[in-house]
């Protein structure tokens, strides 16, 4: 009889922690989601906002910034006050101000609500991690858990532009910002009844000058590289960024690693089993995060879909992370993280490499769906083991530390990856089309139209549709055909700069990361650290 009702209570405690899994995965959903149907909503942003290519940047990157700025605070919050309170501080957090953005009336409005969602959104982020980690104990349990969270990133990629797109096929723009509000408030409603609350047991001073000096250095850089195509690249003003910057992380560096209580222990990076899958996270999400800003001017600029076609067309990609995230985590537990690692880093690069090769009238169905289809399996075979082998290497005490220099790596990989590959397709770009827009007639394209054909090819969707005299037919075909070419010139460069920078991590990991389980450091090496935590 005793052990009847042992064996009930255990099944429900497994139950009970599988829909906790689905609580905590759809928290992540809302904040993956908000990166995703955003860029389908750009390019209609863009043309009702007449925005320059470098304001779009920052509709994504306003986001993306603030909330890897501040991944590491919040997750050190989690750890010294409660992960699940944080998390539904950022719940309501999003859900106000999304409603922020639904109001917003130009494009600094909504810039400024994507960065106070940014800020909430890293309330959230870290604490979803950190709560499976202490939630499921057991090795196999907790493997699967990750492998479920990583695939709910590659399902809110995929419902991110389909959903995207319909919202834009029956409302304005503003519906990306309403779709938020009721699921944020459903998964508080979910988080508080359901979700334990979990804390460290022993937490330090909060480092708010390390804060400061992360938040100011990755801010720095990144501001640089956005608008380096407009100030140029060497200019006095960019280069002052590009040295304050470094200067900057520097010393947050130095900082850290002589307080006693950092927000960001470096001394997890001596453990190679935490710092390789970092890079490689890091360099996976540099390229996705590149090729989804990239690919949202190719399927809507030069290919001419609607945001709904564009969602569709996107499928295969998100379906591909969505598969192969949780394949690639089980797998990793049978023949090793580091051979996973660098075959995902491997077949992202080749996608990558076939996505430059685009032209103009290359069909959807051959080269573009591969390359899809290879970029979005490449990165779900990087980021679940990666993320698991992350999140094995550190302490409960700094599951939310842990889960946060994941996030950071992620986010900060992301913002880069729209910063330096969306400058260099914007530099080649305006290089191009400048003197060819500049000798259309003013009979055919206004000034303002002018500026935005010089800014983004997006502006395809405008000319399209504007009325021209029956004269000017044949010179708006060419000017059309121009920009597109233009536009997939500098799409071209941007991906040999993904496939370099996939290579060579992909040789650090073969090289550095042990190939066997058993073999290299160990989080043990790490001294001073607690391997309690509360949870209740």
Not at 327 to 343: E, F, K, N, P, S
Not at 362 to 368: A, E
Request: charged fraction near 10%.
């Amino acid at each position: 009889m005793t052990s009847q009702i042992d064996a009930s209570k255990t099944s429900q405690q497994v139950r009970r922690r599988w829909l906790v899994l689905a609580i905590i995965c759809a928290a992540e959903l809302l904040v993956v989601l908000d990166n995703t149907i955003v860029n389908v909503a750009l390019p209609t942003m863009g043309v009702q906002l007449q925005s320059s290519f470098s304001g779009l940047q920052w509709v994504v990157d306003a986001y993306t910034l603030s909330f890897a700025g501040l991944l590491l605070a919040f997750g050190h919050l989690g750890d010294r006050f409660g992960r699940r309170r944080i998390m539904a501080i950022g719940l309501v957090g999003i859900a106000a101000m999304s409603v922020a953005g639904a109001f917003a009336t130009d494009l600094g409005q909504v810039i400024a609500a994507r960065a106070a969602m940014g800020v909430f959104a890293a309330a959230v982020f870290p604490a979803t991690l950190a709560l499976i980690i202490n939630i499921f104990t057991d090795v196999k349990e907790r493997a699967l858990a990750i492998a479920a969270w990583t695939a709910m990133a590659g399902f809110a990629i995929a419902i991110g532009p389909s959903a995207g797109g319909f919202l834009l096929q029956h409302f304005s723009w503003h519906s990306v910002f309403w779709i938020n509000v009721p699921v944020a408030l459903v998964v508080l409603v979910g988080v508080l009844v359901a979700v334990p609350e979990s804390k460290a047991s022993h937490v330090g001073r909060f480092d708010s000058v390390g804060l400061v000096l992360s938040l100011v250095g990755v801010t720095g850089l990144v501001w640089a590289i956005i608008e380096a195509p407009h100030l140029g690249w060497l200019s006095t003003i960019s280069v002052v960024f590009y040295v304050l910057s470094a200067l900057v992380l520097v010393v947050f560096v130095w900082w850290e690693l002589r307080n006693p209580s950092p927000i960001l222990d470096m001394r997890l990076f001596r453990i190679r089993r935490f710092s390789l899958p970092a890079l490689a996270i890091g360099v996976a999400y540099f390229s996705m995060f590149g090729f989804l800003f990239m690919i949202t001017q190719y399927f809507q600029g030069v290919m001419e879909l609607s945001p709904l076609e564009f969602g569709v067309h996107t499928l295969p990609f998100a379906a591909s992370i969505a598969v192969g995230a949780p394949v690639a985590t089980v797998l990793a537990q049978r023949i090793g993280t580091t051979a996973l690692i660098v075959t995902g880093l491997v077949i992202m690069s080749s996608g990558m490499l076939i996505a430059g090769q685009t032209k103009v009238d290359t069909p959807y169905f051959g080269p573009v769906l591969l390359s899809m289809v290879l970029m979005g399996l490449g990165l779900a075979i990087v980021q679940g083991p990666a993320t698991e082998s992350i999140m094995s290497s550190v302490m409960l005490d700094e599951a939310g530390a842990g889960s946060a220099v994941n996030d950071t790596t992620r986010e900060i990989g992301g913002t880069l990856g729209v910063a330096v590959l969306g400058s260099i397709m914007a530099s080649i770009y305006t290089t191009s089309v400048k003197p060819v827009v500049d000798a259309v007639p003013d009979t055919l394209m206004n000034p303002d139209q002018k500026n935005f054909a010089r800014e983004t090819v997006i502006s395809v969707i405008e000319i399209v549709k504007s009325p021209t005299p029956a004269l000017f037919e044949s010179a708006k075909a060419d000017l059309i055909l121009n920009l597109k070419t233009a536009a997939l010139e500098g799409f071209q460069l941007a991906s040999y700069v993904t496939v370099g920078a996939s290579i060579l991590c992909a040789v650090a990991v073969a090289v550095f990361l042990p190939w066997s389980p058993s073999s290299g450091d160990s989080v043990l090496l790490v001294p001073g650290r607690s391997t309690r935590d509360e949870t209740h």
